[in-house]
């Protein structure tokens, strides 16, 4: 049970809100690369409650500013492109990627007035077929290249969610909530194809990017040994997984982003990742992207589906959720360990501080793999895929 004002303090995130001043301090995935295109070079987007256009340049470079020209407010989402720039439909003023004004073609005394304006404009990086955006103060920190976006020899794709109704912090719980796979998921899952009744033990361990999830199952029948699944919530909002495809062997790696759309919406993006030597995925490559829907043409959860269940069970506890009236046990304790790391990093930051897993840009690594095990469907070390990055 958390308090009102705890609550509010973890799930409102527009500006100068505390976790919304914590969540800027992370580069945070906002679209597909393949959502751009030479038609379409414009989109608009509600990330961390502020409307915003993202643009593709005719030279290959993006950008991310407001969506209101600073001018009379119109919408830059029906205007053009030019060079790394983008120009309003209204009366022509001209923005750069860093939300100069560098036109203003019915003013006589262009440099003067243009010094004064300055669009609201964000750094927009290529990673994974991803398009990242900081939205912090300078400097720029180093853009984690995750092993699911770094590694080169396999294939590589991205599925998009249907906005969630819900707040963030909804979803991000249920990554350290491990006991829920067995009963939400029952026979969708690979768990129940092991246990035939529950039978858990579940540690977690806070590390360098965020908080490590350890399941142990027990053993399927008598002499046989425990099976560990282990994989880490990414802090502050990504989880990172692996499981293997349907009717298949082959294991998919990947990165589920729940990226808070404003205080009640969160999009989610989830990046695959599957080893094949025979296949070689630059980083800087665009990659594939499906949709999916969480409910079918009555409007109902689509049931059989992993994401559905999750989805029935994010939106029902309400918009907000209200954590003032819930009863948590002992198998809560990984939401828990999670809200406690979350308020201590939302202290942080209020007091100047650097939060965790935020490093220099120059300290940037050219990959970071992640300790993921799962016994279960044959991984029993972590995974090194040849060629990475």
Not at 157 to 167: D, E, G, P, Q
Not at 213 to 241: S, V, Y
Request: glycine letters at 8%; a neutral charge; hydrophobic letters at 40%.
């Amino acid at each position: 049970m958390l308090s009102r004002e705890d609550n509010e303090l973890m799930t409102c995130i527009g500006p100068g809100t505390p976790a919304g001043a914590l969540l800027r301090r992370y580069w945070q995935p906002i679209a597909a690369a393949t959502e751009l295109t030479d038609e379409k070079p414009i989109m608009t987007l509600r990330i961390l409650g502020e409307d915003l256009v993202l643009y593709k340049g005719t030279d290959g470079s993006y950008g991310l500013v407001a969506e209101q020209c600073a001018h009379r407010f119109a919408s830059l989402s029906y205007g053009r492109v030019e060079g790394n720039c983008i120009r309003c439909p209204y009366h022509g003023w001209k923005y750069d990627a860093e939300g100069h004004c560098v036109e203003m073609p019915a003013e006589p005394n262009v440099t003067a007035f243009a010094d004064k304006v300055v669009q609201t404009a964000y750094p927009v990086r290529h990673l994974g077929g991803m398009l990242f955006a900081y939205m912090g103060p300078a400097p720029a920190p180093a853009l984690p290249k995750w092993d699911v976006l770094a590694w080169r020899h396999g294939r590589r794709w991205i599925r998009k969610f249907a906005v969630l109704n819900c707040n963030w912090l909804q979803c991000m719980e249920n990554s350290v909530d491990p006991s829920h796979l067995y009963w939400l998921h029952g026979s969708s899952a690979h768990l129940a194809k092991v246990m035939d009744h529950y039978d858990e033990q579940h540690d977690f361990i806070t590390f360098d990017y965020g908080i490590m999830k350890r399941r142990t199952t027990a053993a399927a029948k008598p002499g046989g040994r425990p099976m560990i699944d282990q994989h880490p919530l990414l802090f502050p909002n990504i989880l990172r997984h692996v499981a293997t495809a349907k009717g298949s062997r082959a294991r998919r790696h990947n990165l589920q982003c729940r990226i808070p759309v404003d205080d009640t919406h969160t999009q989610i993006y989830i990046v695959n990742f599957q080893p094949d030597s025979a296949v070689v995925t630059a980083p800087d490559a665009e990659v594939p992207m499906e949709h999916f829907n969480f409910r079918d043409d009555t409007g109902r959860f689509r049931m059989d589906q992993v994401p559905a269940q999750d989805a029935m069970a994010w939106e029902t506890q309400g918009a907000v959720m209200d954590r003032t009236r819930e009863r948590l046990g002992a198998a809560d304790r990984g939401i828990v360990t999670y809200r406690r790391l979350l308020k201590q990093q939302i202290e942080l930051v209020q007091a100047g501080g650097t939060p965790l897993g935020v490093v220099a840009a120059e300290a940037e690594k050219p990959i970071i793999e992640l300790e993921v095990i799962n016994e279960r469907i044959g991984l029993e070390r972590p995974e090194k895929v040849r060629g990475a990055a």
